[in-house]
């Protein structure tokens, strides 16, 4: 069964009456240095208890640490039917640009941390979550929220310490993440990743004595650029028929416009980036140590386990140690791009926004790995990705009353069917 049209036209009125509260409200969220690391989102949790509380809708709060809560709900609809979970996170990147938690609103983009990668797209779970209880009786299932900590590291205290520790939670038929996406396109895929390590020591020395000492700056510099060399933006191995997804015309133009020119070409392609690398105090000396920390990402189908071991190989002969991070390495996931909640999502983004919806692979991670991992669907609907992390991050306020009302439509679809 459908969802009714007087049940839409409800949904619709509701937002249309709160669009300002809600500008409000996520601007209020934006202003809330919910940073990670350190990782604390105690302020964001009270204020997201506080949205639910207002609402009157059941909640409560598990943690594996005290400063990283996470806060789940759950209500029954008026009859049997599937269970649909609501995920987004509180935790947003550290800042360079401290006007960013004034959170202003300019020519129509509201301006923030968070604004992209995610608050926007965990307050449309949250008023998802709220709005329909309103009509439960008219749905069926279950509904539940999950508003987690930690998912910039890697969240071992977030979803994953869920999936661990509270299976009951986070175990349903289907997930509906809110993380940055763009409107229109739909999000069924992301690769892995190898977060590494790399460094080497020596005794040290004068500048101009090279033969008295190796040099580990030298070593970290010549073992990363054979890295480069051997694995930065070479085809990976893809089953044919996932390949073709993503060389579709539709998914190709879709990719690029969304996610900047190439990007539907790098979704098919390892990538090696170096984001930090330390060593030496002056020019003329040779130092005692240095280190490399690179993140390198993987497409669906790349076989992970004989990277990591070509790159320990690689590290062993170059004279050099190699530490993964195990929190924020993991293999990449997919969902069917023609699942039942990706139709849903498509049907309404071209009845809302009259934009089609063509798989696009996601180039980084989401905590909706650790549903597909486990054979749930899981699909994304969130605001453009472009501004995420950066000193200019924003969300137009259109986008953002559009994924509110996406998110509230299409859980109401999925939880209309018995």
Same mark, same amino acid.
């Given at each position: 069964?459908?969802?009714?049209? !007087? @049940?839409?036209?409800?949904?619709?009125?509701?937002?249309?009456?709160?669009?300002?509260?809600?500008?409000?409200?996520?601007? *209020?969220?934006?202003?809330?240095?919910?940073?990670?690391?350190?990782?604390?989102?105690?302020?964001?949790? !009270?204020?997201?208890?506080?949205?639910?509380?207002?609402?009157?809708?059941?909640?409560?709060?598990?943690?594996? =640490?005290?400063?990283?809560?996470?806060?789940?709900?759950?209500?029954?609809?008026?009859?049997?039917?599937?269970?649909? =979970?609501?995920?987004?996170?509180?935790?947003?990147?550290?800042?360079?640009?401290?006007?960013?938690?004034?959170?202003?609103?300019?020519?129509?983009?509201?301006?923030?941390?968070?604004?992209?990668?995610?608050?926007?797209?965990?307050?449309?779970?949250?008023?998802?979550?709220?709005?329909?209880?309103?009509?439960?009786?008219?749905?069926?299932?279950?509904?539940?929220?999950?508003? =987690?900590?930690?998912? *910039?590291?890697?969240?071992?205290?977030?979803?994953?310490?869920?999936?661990?520790?509270?299976?009951?939670?986070?175990?349903?038929?289907?997930?509906?993440?809110?993380?940055?996406?763009?409107?229109?396109? &739909?999000?069924?895929?992301?690769?892995?990743?190898?977060?590494?390590?790399?460094?080497?020591?020596?005794?040290?020395?004068?500048?101009?004595?090279?033969?008295? !000492?190796?040099?580990?700056?030298?070593? &970290?510099?010549?073992?990363?650029?054979?890295?480069?060399?051997?694995?930065?933006?070479? #085809?990976?191995?893809?089953?044919?028929?996932?390949? !073709?997804?993503?060389?579709?015309?539709?998914?190709?133009?879709?990719?690029?416009? #969304?996610?900047?020119?190439?990007?539907?070409?790098?979704?098919?392609?390892?990538?090696?980036?170096?984001?930090?690398? *330390?060593?030496?105090?002056?020019?003329?000396? &040779?130092?005692?140590?240095?280190?490399?920390? @690179?993140?390198?990402?993987?497409?669906?189908?790349?076989?992970?386990?004989?990277?990591?071991?070509?790159?320990?190989?690689?590290?062993?002969?170059?004279?050099?140690?190699?530490?993964?991070?195990?929190?924020?390495?993991?293999?990449?996931?997919?969902?069917?791009?023609?699942?039942?909640?990706?139709?849903?999502?498509?049907?309404?983004?071209?009845?809302?926004?009259?934009?089609?919806?063509? %798989?696009?692979?996601?180039?980084?991670?989401?905590?909706?790995?650790?549903?597909?991992?486990?054979?749930? %669907?899981?699909?994304?609907?969130?605001?453009?990705?472009?501004?995420?992390?950066?000193?200019?991050?924003?969300?137009?306020?259109?986008?953002?009353?559009?994924?509110?009302?996406?998110?509230?439509?299409?859980?109401?679809?999925? #939880?209309?069917?018995?």
């Amino acid at each position: 069964m459908a969802t009714t049209s !007087a @049940l839409r036209a409800a949904i619709n009125a509701r937002i249309d009456a709160d669009r300002d509260q809600l500008i409000a409200t996520l601007q *209020q969220f934006l202003r809330i240095r919910s940073v990670n690391p350190p990782g604390d989102t105690r302020e964001a949790a !009270a204020f997201v208890r506080g949205i639910l509380d207002r609402h009157g809708v059941p909640h409560r709060t598990l943690a594996a =640490v005290d400063e990283m809560p996470n806060v789940v709900g759950r209500w029954e609809g008026g009859r049997p039917g599937r269970h649909l =979970v609501l995920n987004g996170h509180m935790d947003v990147f550290p800042v360079q640009n401290e006007a960013l938690w004034e959170a202003p609103i300019r020519d129509g983009l509201l301006y923030g941390r968070g604004a992209s990668d995610m608050k926007t797209g965990t307050l449309a779970g949250i008023m998802a979550y709220c709005y329909l209880h309103a009509h439960r009786a008219e749905l069926a299932g279950a509904l539940s929220l999950t508003v =987690v900590s930690d998912e *910039q590291s890697g969240g071992r205290y977030g979803t994953r310490f869920l999936f661990e520790q509270h299976p009951e939670v986070v175990e349903a038929d289907c997930c509906l993440n809110g993380e940055p996406s763009a409107l229109g396109n &739909i999000r069924f895929m992301e690769k892995g990743t190898l977060r590494f390590s790399l460094s080497s020591t020596g005794i040290g020395g004068h500048g101009g004595y090279p033969h008295q !000492a190796p040099n580990p700056i030298e070593r &970290i510099v010549r073992l990363t650029h054979a890295i480069y060399e051997r694995f930065h933006l070479k #085809l990976g191995e893809m089953d044919p028929a996932i390949d !073709a997804l993503l060389t579709a015309p539709a998914t190709v133009a879709a990719a690029d416009r #969304l996610l900047g020119k190439g990007a539907a070409e790098t979704a098919r392609r390892i990538t090696v980036n170096i984001g930090i690398i *330390q060593g030496g105090q002056k020019a003329t000396q &040779i130092p005692t140590a240095c280190s490399a920390h @690179l993140d390198i990402r993987l497409p669906y189908g790349t076989d992970r386990d004989a990277v990591r071991a070509e790159l320990e190989a690689m590290a062993e002969a170059g004279h050099c140690s190699m530490v993964v991070n195990e929190d924020h390495s993991y293999p990449a996931s997919m969902t069917d791009p023609d699942c039942e909640m990706a139709r849903i999502l498509r049907r309404n983004t071209r009845g809302l926004l009259s934009l089609d919806g063509p %798989p696009v692979c996601s180039l980084g991670g989401t905590d909706a790995r650790y549903w597909r991992w486990r054979g749930i %669907p899981a699909v994304i609907c969130g605001p453009s990705n472009l501004s995420m992390g950066t000193d200019q991050e924003h969300v137009a306020v259109e986008e953002a009353i559009a994924v509110i009302r996406l998110q509230a439509l299409c859980a109401a679809d999925y #939880l209309s069917v018995a």
